[in-house]
């Protein structure tokens, strides 16, 4: 026990994914079943004080609805002691579909300290005129502020550090982008800005998945 008989509390960074018919899954619904799932497996976790009690669970850069995150994460205080290993067991079994947990570990970053995000971009359809599209001086897109003021952007400025995997079939495009507090550029404005592009070339339409794979500070190491 802790100061005036409260249960000592271990800070736990749960790592996830959200793959499959998960990635439809709203912020708000996530957050419902990851809660649902810890109860259900017995985890013994800290619930927060006052009138409207409930699991304390926080999320590091929420992933918008549509995309697969292959690095996701979730933060919970524990109340007894237990093994990680068997952590990740039992909230797997009470896991949905495509919600699979892979690791679990005491936090050692804050989220704050996310400043980009690594991303893969699947491009099916009309996938000729990429080389094209890539090869323009500025590709300008429109980004929105979260208080509605809208300013352009170049989209260059990242494609240029883009790696390109180009088949018959699909074109993956890995990309890193601004993931912050003070700046976040959405990787579908580069899918719009392409289907956007061969719109107005005339030609077949385009699609694009979009999957989440690494979260890195400043320095470019991973979110842990």
């Known amino acids: 026990m802790g100061e005036r008989g409260l249960p000592r509390m271990k800070e736990v960074r749960i790592r996830f994914r959200k793959i499959g018919r ?3 899954i709203s912020h708000l619904d ?10 259900r497996a017995g985890i013994p976790i800290w619930y927060t004080e006052g009138f409207n009690r409930h699991p304390y669970v926080t999320f590091a850069s929420p992933l918008s609805l549509g995309f697969e995150g292959l690095c996701e994460s979730m933060d919970i205080r524990l109340v007894q002691d237990m093994p990680m290993e068997e952590l990740v067991a039992v909230l797997n079994s009470a896991m949905p579909e495509g919600l699979e947990v892979y690791a679990a570990d005491q936090p050692v970053m804050k989220a ?6 690594r991303y893969r971009l699947t491009f099916t359809g009309d996938i000729e005129k990429i080389p094209d599209f890539l090869a323009q001086d500025s590709i300008i897109a429109e980004k929105r502020s979260k208080k509605g003021v809208v300013r352009q952007i170049d989209l260059k400025t990242y494609l240029e550090k883009s790696d390109i995997h180009i088949d018959s079939e699909k074109t993956e495009l890995e990309i ?3 993931c912050s ?7 579908m404005l580069i899918a719009a800005a392409y289907s956007d592009y061969v719109f107005k070339n005339n030609t077949k339409k385009a699609f694009c998945d979009v999957s989440r794979l690494d979260l890195m500070n400043s320095q470019g190491c991973s979110f842990k």
């Open 176 to 178: 890193t982008l601004p």
């Open 30 to 39: 996530l957050t419902r079943t990851m809660t649902r799932a810890l109860r």
């Open 181 to 187: 507090s003070s700046e976040t550029v959405n990787p």
């Open 112 to 117: 704050r300290e996310i400043a980009f995000a």
């Open 22 to 24: 998960a990635k439809y």
